[in-house]
């Protein structure tokens, strides 16, 4: 098979390749890395690639298969994984200086599930820096540019994720998503991504960024594969104390169930300026699309929405500040030589293995948690933050899911915000609220701009309802095609 043909497949239908013997977990894997040596160089997703352990789980995937043995449900499924993840023995460095040779000794949760299920690891993907940023451009290590145009970015931080997607590099992905970090690039690389509810995946083994509002996310081709590889890394864990033990449902199960008589909710503060003319229309269509589906469209207010990105700004900063703090040169990570007492270790190692929007971060964090601070910024963005989540929970009063734009912009040229933290913040106007709520939210494709840029469609969900927010993701892409359109 040649390597265009096999890159073309989405995980689910890869998956009934193997089982039937068309192909091999070997073809898969050695196909695909073929693809990588070409497109690589360009896309630049990858931190590290595990072609040898790739390989070698590959081989035991089909030796098992010829055995007739009974197989997990991503048995040869090549997985890319965000680069905040921890694997035992592959390196995990969250793009950082201060944890360029950091090799952790164990699997975070989610690992352990992909494992289980037998899938492949193939490497760690590129992202911002620690996870803040919008656009993998923050990145101690490399620039991830975006499929579609090597000119612009693929968003972020887990843009190295999206970028391997899109790019035929990678089947399926993880991610992980604090303000919309899983969504955002789906949408500007035109993939789906999913964020679940806070608490439905187990955080065990992310590195900490803002612990109230961290989720692994996933990255796949279809809505189909998100089910898919959601089934399998979801579920309670003894190991993360916000891990919610709630029952879980069978996703692909309920993905063709009909949509008909189903509310949609249209937020109109996610329609006003600064939204680009062509990601209004394609949205827009795509609610003549639910109509046509027989689901009921109503206008709705979330009126504390022009406050989120403040929040956000406050309380994800001031828990990345006390996050941070672990990495001190002291137990492990980067520490500088020659320094002549404790204070000089620490600011040195601090200064030399952080990077600049890191640096920003802390400090923003441990200003609005200092004294005196305390109650002006981070308690009054706490209580700000339950008005948000207030919100929601009267519009689900009326609505069953919200529509809305992913990203109020296609992806941008590479470059063309560094100068501006502001401007690159507002990214995440549309998904930092189901962040700061904790409710689920997706991002899937749902049209292309005139210079053949992607654009996202997002839905929200109340919290665990993840099996209605793919079903009606799934609606959608039944009737659209926008999803199979790959870059040259």
């Known amino acids: ?23 091999t977990a070997q073809e898969v894997v050695e196909g695909l890395f073929a693809n990588i040596e070409e497109v ?44 905040n993840i921890c694997t035992n023995g592959l390196r995990t460095t969250c793009a950082s200086r201060i944890l360029e040779n950091f090799i952790p000794p164990y699997d975070a949760h989610v690992i352990e599930r992909l494992k289980e299920a037998d899938a492949i690891i193939i490497g760690k993907t590129n992202l911002d820096e620690f996870a803040m940023g919008s656009s993998t451009e923050n990145s101690a290590f490399k620039l991830t540019r975006n499929p579609w145009d090597p000119k612009r970015i693929p968003g972020g931080s887990s843009g190295g994720s999206a970028a ?50 961290d ?74 699309v639910y109509e046509g589906l027989g689901l009921s469209v109503k206008e709705i207010s979330l009126p504390h929405t022009p406050y989120a990105v403040a929040v956000y700004y406050i309380i994800a900063t001031a828990e990345a500040s006390s996050n941070l703090a672990r990495y001190d040169g002291v137990r492990y990570g980067h520490r500088t030589p020659g320094a002549q007492n404790i204070i000089e270790m620490y600011s040195c190692t601090r200064a030399e293995g952080f990077g600049r929007e890191v640096k920003r971060r802390i400090m923003l964090g441990t200003y609005a948690l200092s004294s005196g601070y305390y109650e002006a910024y981070y308690l009054k963005a706490s209580k700000v933050r339950n008005l948000i989540r207030q919100d929601f929970s009267r519009a689900f009063e009326t609505v069953d899911f919200i529509l809305c734009p992913t990203s109020p912009t296609p992806a941008f040229k590479l470059g063309e915000r560094l100068a501006n933290p502001m401007e690159m913040y507002l990214c995440d106007i549309y998904t930092i609220p189901a962040n700061l709520a904790g409710i689920p939210g997706i991002s899937i494709p749902c049209g292309f701009t005139k210079e053949n840029l992607p654009i996202g ?9 993840e099996a209605g927010l793919l079903k009606v993701a799934r609606a959608y892409e039944r009737e659209t095609e926008w999803h199979l359109r790959r870059p040259v």
Request: aromatic share 6%.
């Open 164 to 213: 391997a997607v899109a790019a035929g590099t990678a089947f399926i992905a993880l991610g992980s998503d604090t303000g919309g970090s899983v969504r955002q690039p789906a949408a500007l690389c035109g993939v789906t991504g999913l964020k679940p509810t806070y608490g439905r995946v187990s955080r065990y083994g992310l590195v900490a960024f803002g612990s109230s509002l």
């Open 457 to 465: 469609l997002q839905l929200m969900a109340r919290h665990f309802e």
């Open 1 to 23: 098979m040649r390597v265009a043909e096999l890159i073309s497949f989405t995980g689910y239908q890869l998956q009934e390749k193997l089982l039937s013997r068309e192909l």
């Open 215 to 288: 989720q692994i996310g996933t990255i796949t081709r279809d809505v189909r594969d998100s089910a898919l590889l959601l089934q399998i890394i979801a579920g309670r864990d003894s190991r993360d104390s916000t891990s919610a033990d709630v029952p879980l449902p069978d996703y692909l199960k309920e993905l063709e169930k009909p949509v008909k008589g189903l509310r949609l909710g249209l937020p109109r503060e996610y329609f006003m300026e600064g939204l680009n003319d062509e990601v209004r229309k394609a949205v827009e269509e795509a609610v003549k």
């Open 40 to 83: 690589e160089p360009i896309v630049r997703a990858y931190l590290l690639l595990d072609r040898e352990g790739a390989v070698r789980k590959a081989q035991e995937v089909d030796a098992r298969l010829k055995k007739g043995e009974k197989l997990g449900p991503l048995a040869g499924i090549p997985v890319a994984v965000k680069d």
